[in-house]
Structures are given as structure tokens and as C-alpha cells.
Nanobody, 127 residues
Framework: QVQLVESGGGLVQAGGSLRLSCAVS????????MGWFRQAPGKEREFVST????????YYADSVKGRFTISRDNAKNTLYLQMNSLKPEDTAVYYCAARRSIYYSTTYVQENDYNYWGQGTQVTVSS
């Protein structure tokens, strides 16, 4: 099992920044793909970004490309999502996710590609 705990959400004005963290613990040696998803009220959960655990490959949804940066700290077993130039439409609950596989691919953008999920952290962007 893998445990994921997100933190860092909050209320921010449009144009501001937030950094989300996801503490990863448990059976992590076969989770080579980590990702961030988000779910706005009344909408389905959507892909935001994914990273190979080595950190040498990342992929972003078009809606966040150029504004968000995914990264990880292996020593701390922590995944991050730096969010800049935030917009009201970024308001959502943000979830950290892990895929139980030694393989990595930028095609892993569907909710059912991931096996483990955190509880989510709320991000609210005011206009």
C-alpha cells in the first residue's frame, strides 16, 4: 500500500501562487508515476500533471502548461506542485495520485490509470 497526504492548499487572489505538497509513504518502490489531478464543484476529476519518480520526465495539461510545475524530492519522499499565475478557474480540490507500476508514460492521464489517492486539498482562487 501507498499512503499519500496532500497539504498546502488555501485561498489566494488571482495572479497569486501556491505550492502543494504530497507526502508519500509505504510501498513506493514500484510507483514510478506520480500525478496531480483536480476536481472543481460539479465537474469530473481532471488531469493536471504527471512526473516520473526520477524527475526526468514531466507532462502537463494544456490548461496549466507554463504556469504549474511538478517536482519531487526523493530524499523527503515528497511530491510538489508549484502553481503560479493562478486563475479563478483553477479553483478545485487538488489530489495527489500514484500508479502501481515500474513503468512511466505521459499517456497516464486518466483517473483510472492511478491506484492510490490522497484525501485532497482545497485551492480557492478569488477574482
Amino acid at each position: 500500500q501507498v499512503q499519500l497526504v496532500e497539504s498546502g492548499g488555501g485561498l489566494v487572489q488571482a495572479g497569486g501562487s501556491l505550492r502543494l505538497s504530497c507526502a508519500v509513504s509505504g510501498r513506493t518502490f514500484d510507483t514510478n508515476t506520480m500525478g496531480w489531478f483536480r476536481q472543481a464543484p460539479g465537474k469530473e476529476r481532471e488531469f493536471v500533471s504527471t512526473i516520473r519518480w526520477s524527475g526526468d520526465s514531466t507532462y502537463y495539461a494544456d490548461s496549466v502548461k507554463g504556469r504549474f510545475t511538478i517536482s519531487r524530492d526523493n530524499a523527503k519522499n515528497t511530491l510538489y506542485l508549484q502553481m503560479n499565475s493562478l486563475k479563478p478557474e483553477d479553483t478545485a480540490v487538488y489530489y495527489c495520485a500514484a500508479r502501481r507500476s515500474i513503468y512511466y508514460s505521459t499517456t497516464y492521464v486518466q483517473e483510472n490509470d492511478y491506484n492510490y489517492w490522497g484525501q485532497g486539498t482545497q485551492v480557492t482562487v478569488s477574482s
